[in-house]
């Protein structure tokens, strides 16, 4: 039995290119939710197609209800809604190998609707020093737990990016990007073609027979592999009075005027720690002058 966890961004999809066609409730995320459920059923349906026994999709955006159930290959489950423990990567516990769908690049840097969690607020992501972003991040929390990431789609540039924190991934780019607000796109036919093709790959270089995982009752910890941390993750926000607020968080110091860090004894703690500061950077802002 091989089970592969998909997880979900929307940002990264098919045809998106703007806030307001990620932002639920606009017209605009009403036009994309077909397509961003297009491009999760063009990656089961290849997944399923290259020897994967079972497929789970994290819905991992924003208010984690974006996708569209009703359309969903009914040969995947979907895992919808908010408050997961482990967010982003939720399901993770249980997997074989883990799909990047719909990644995008991170704050500060060039990509289409490029950012780390928050929208504006965060500019510069940092863990152990390199440049990092969301898929950095979660890839660490897959590798503790001993789960590869087998392939990653976004933008070029997420592509690209994934190099350097999944090697071994195969990467599937639906876009090509222009600015963090334009990208030259694949119609949804091709993409399709192109996210089932890669997704057939990388399912076929799994083993078989892998390991059972442990069940889903027990200790967490004993669930992961051998923690690579510890790990020091840095954050750069844009205005000062963010990263003051951010400072209530436990194990949280300033570093510099704008900036925080902490470290954490293992990746999935981390993230959580990372989860906690941008909620708090978040609530700190004001509507009309943040």
Known sequence: MTRVLVSADMEGATGVTCPDDVEPGTASWERMRPLFTGDVNAVVDGLLAGGASDVLVNDAHYTQRNLLLEALDPRARLLTGRHKPLGMMAGIERADAVVFLGYHTGAGEQGVLSHTYLGTGLTGFRIDGEPADEGRMNA?????????????????????????????????????????????????????????????EAAARLPRHPVPSAPADADPARRRGAPGGPHRFELDFHAPHLAAAVLAVPTVEANGPRGVAFTAPDATTAARTFKVCTTVAGAAMEDHFD
């Open 140 to 200: 660490l929390t897959a590798e503790e737990h001993g789960v590869p990431v087998v392939l990653v789609t976004g933008d070029d540039l997420t592509c690209r990016a994934a190099e350097a924190w999944a090697p071994d991934a195969l990467v599937a780019a639906v876009k090509e990007c222009v600015s963090r607000y334009a990208a030259v796109c694949l119609p949804p036919t091709r993409s399709a073609e192109l996210l089932r093709a890669r997704a057939a």
